[in-house]
């Protein structure tokens, strides 16, 4: 079993992936099937909140989802092929699926048209508004449920709600905002060197403080492997 700072992750090809996935979808599931995209930063967060990584742990499928997640992964000797979550939620958005999209600004997902998206909620909703939500999903019966609410918020919501769902489960981030074209992601440039992190960074100097997190994951992965 393979572990980043303590939490579990799948090494499957992009293939094994999508195979498991649409042998999930081919019959009608009385269980929920979650899957976590995982980059550097939500390992490193979950390895200082025990109940994120417990979140984290309980996923069904754990995909590691960045090149901080494979150098960690490389220094354990094992070769991982990524399976980045915007790639993955396009390629579930393509096969033609039934998805409920949860998550992202209303104008984000106003651009977003997929024929096969059967609903869609922005994701900055309070108490009231999230029952409204659970019973449109219960209504729609969604074969997917792609999570765009930020990493961390989108595992902790699908996790308190996996038992009442029966769909695919899958927190993806930013993806909404680049799949609907409102966002460039990085170059295949920056991406094939590794930094997509860095042109994130460029676009949203913002996103400084986070970014942080990356150095302090990389400190992590060092540490680990010198107290061995
Ligand atoms: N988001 C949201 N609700 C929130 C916080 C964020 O729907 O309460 C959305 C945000 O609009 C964006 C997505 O979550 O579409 C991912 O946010 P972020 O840029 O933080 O991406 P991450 O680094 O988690 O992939």
Same mark, same amino acid.
């Given at each position: 079993?393979?572990?980043?700072?303590?939490?579990?992750?799948?090494?499957?090809?992009?293939?094994?992936?999508?195979?498991?996935?649409?042998?999930?979808?081919?019959?009608?599931?009385?269980?929920?099937?979650?899957?976590?995209?995982?980059?550097?930063?939500?390992?490193?967060?979950?390895?200082?909140?025990?109940?994120?990584?417990?979140?984290?742990?309980?996923?069904?499928?754990?995909?590691?989802?960045?090149?901080?997640?494979?150098?960690?992964?490389?220094?354990?000797?094992?070769?991982?092929?990524?399976?980045?979550?915007?790639?993955?939620?396009?390629?579930?958005?393509?096969?033609?699926?039934?998805?409920?999209?949860?998550?992202?600004?209303?104008?984000?997902?106003?651009?977003?048209?997929?024929?096969?998206?059967?609903? =869609?909620?922005?994701?900055?909703?309070?108490?009231?508004?999230?029952?409204?939500? +659970?019973? $449109?999903? &219960? @209504? /729609?019966?969604? #074969?997917?449920?792609?999570?765009?609410?930020?990493?961390?918020?989108?595992?902790?919501?699908?996790?308190?709600?996996?038992?009442?769902?029966?769909?695919?489960?899958?927190?993806?981030?930013?993806?909404?905002?680049?799949?609907?074209?409102?966002?460039?992601?990085?170059? =295949?440039?920056?991406?094939?060197?590794?930094?997509?992190?860095?042109?994130?960074? +460029?676009? $949203?100097? &913002? @996103? /400084?403080?986070? #970014?942080?997190?990356?150095?302090?994951?990389?400190?992590?992965?060092?540490?680990?492997?010198?107290?061995?």
């Amino acid at each position: 079993m393979a572990e980043v700072l303590g939490t579990r992750v799948d090494i499957m090809t992009r293939r094994e992936v999508e195979q498991k996935i649409s042998a999930y979808l081919k019959v009608k599931s009385e269980k929920s099937c979650f899957i976590v995209t995982a980059n550097a930063e939500i390992c490193y967060r979950a390895a200082k909140d025990p109940e994120l990584r417990a979140v984290l742990n309980s996923a069904d499928l754990c995909l590691p989802d960045s090149v901080g997640a494979r150098w960690a992964l490389r220094r354990q000797g094992i070769a991982a092929e990524l399976y980045p979550g915007v790639e993955l939620a396009e390629w579930i958005l393509r096969q033609g699926f039934s998805v409920y999209v949860l998550g992202a600004k209303p104008e984000v997902l106003a651009r977003l048209r997929f024929p096969n998206i059967v609903g =869609k909620h922005h994701g900055f909703f309070d108490a009231d508004a999230e029952k409204s939500i +659970l019973a $449109e999903i &219960q @209504r /729609l019966q969604p #074969q997917v449920i792609l999570a765009a609410l930020g990493a961390g918020k989108q595992e902790l919501w699908l996790s308190r709600h996996k038992n009442s769902l029966k769909s695919l489960l899958i927190g993806v981030g930013g993806a909404i905002d680049v799949i609907s074209g409102c966002k460039r992601r990085a170059p =295949k440039i920056f991406r094939k060197a590794g930094l997509e992190w860095f042109y994130r960074l +460029l676009r $949203e100097p &913002q @996103r /400084l403080f986070r #970014q942080l997190n990356l150095l302090r994951f990389c400190l992590a992965v060092l540490r680990e492997k010198q107290g061995d």
